[in-house]
């Protein structure tokens, strides 16, 4: 566990599974991730891999599909009982069809970090600094991740993933954002505006709770999905979110020869997606308060190529 604002350590680490799925590696080390295009690699994140754009399937959690709510770990219910933050205020979900490298267990490690999380009232969590750093000795391992305008293996990569579940369910909460950062190019489990890359040292998401009251968060990984929510003593707001697409930009098709393919013989590697610049905000309504849009804030997106393999 990871408490701010108290000293006291609650929760324990899970044991960590390992999730490699050798047929995604084997393509991958074929050259599958091995595309670029032109442009600085600003906004780079552990962001996990970009395609398979029709299995990803990530929105709000609903309080009796939570992986523990039949048994509620002893750790959670300890901290809701000392917290009276027993309430769910907001959960989301996002899910890893197709894990490359060991994403999987890079989520699960981050997931376990983050469980037990006390925010206190007024306290900014820093979830670089929760989860970071993403080196071997604090469990993590190579997983793929934006960098330089391409598809790489990164220590933690795939950890964005939790932190985009986090950012979500803390705006379904009322949490005030206090930073948070999109990738450099669309992901697939979440909507353009709505995710939350990491980068250790440079790209982090900051919350802050303002209600006079501490928020519990817990999470963990469960089959090919990850799932946080934040439990509290108030009644949660009803969030409405707003998103205006001010510029799309055409993805490009990359073409290249793959001497293993018969000729005439074609398949996609990468599935691309167009950038977009898209501005954010949410309306936020507490129950008998008049309702407060807030504005989150406008996103560039560069376009994702769409990469194709021929038989020569």
């Not at 020869?257 to 018969?262: D, F, H, I, K, Y």
Request: with cysteine; proline share 10%; aromatic share 8%.
């Amino acid at each position: 566990m990871i408490v701010i604002g108290l000293p006291v350590r609650l929760a324990r680490l899970w044991r960590a599974r390992r999730h490699i799925r050798a047929a995604v590696l084997v393509a991958l080390v074929l050259g599958a991730a091995a595309w670029a295009f032109s442009g600085r690699g600003a906004g780079e994140g552990l962001c996990g891999w970009p395609g398979a754009l029709a299995a990803a399937k990530s929105g709000p959690a609903y309080e009796d599909e939570l992986p523990w709510a039949r048994t509620p770990p002893p750790e959670l219910v300890q901290l809701q009982q000392a917290t009276g933050a027993v309430r769910l205020v907001g959960a989301f979900r996002v899910q890893f069809p197709a894990p490359l490298y060991e994403e999987s267990e890079n989520i699960a490690v981050a997931a376990r970090y983050l469980a037990g999380t006390v925010l206190q009232p007024g306290r900014v969590l820093s979830v670089n600094a929760f989860l970071g750093p993403y080196t071997a000795e604090r469990g993590y391992r190579a997983g793929p991740s934006y960098a330089g305008g391409r598809v790489v293996p990164s220590m933690g990569g795939g950890v964005c993933k939790v932190s985009t579940a986090l950012y979500n369910a803390a705006v379904m909460a009322g949490v005030t954002v206090v930073e948070r950062h999109p990738h450099s190019m669309p992901v697939p489990y979440a909507p353009p505006g709505r995710d939350a890359a990491l980068a250790w040292g440079y790209k982090d998401l900051r919350l802050r709770v303002d209600a006079d009251t501490p928020i519990v968060i817990w999470a963990a990984a469960h089959a090919d999905s990850v799932y946080v929510a934040l439990y509290g003593s108030y009644d949660p707001p009803r969030v409405e979110w707003h998103q205006e697409v001010l510029d799309r930009t055409p993805f490009p098709t990359v073409r290249r020869p793959n001497p293993e393919l018969s000729p005439g013989e074609e398949r996609v590697v990468i599935q691309g997606i167009e950038g977009v610049t898209v501005r954010t905000a949410v309306t936020v309504a507490y129950p008998g308060r008049p309702a407060e849009r807030r504005e989150l804030g406008t996103d560039r997106y560069r376009p994702l190529p769409h990469v194709v393999e021929y038989g020569p």
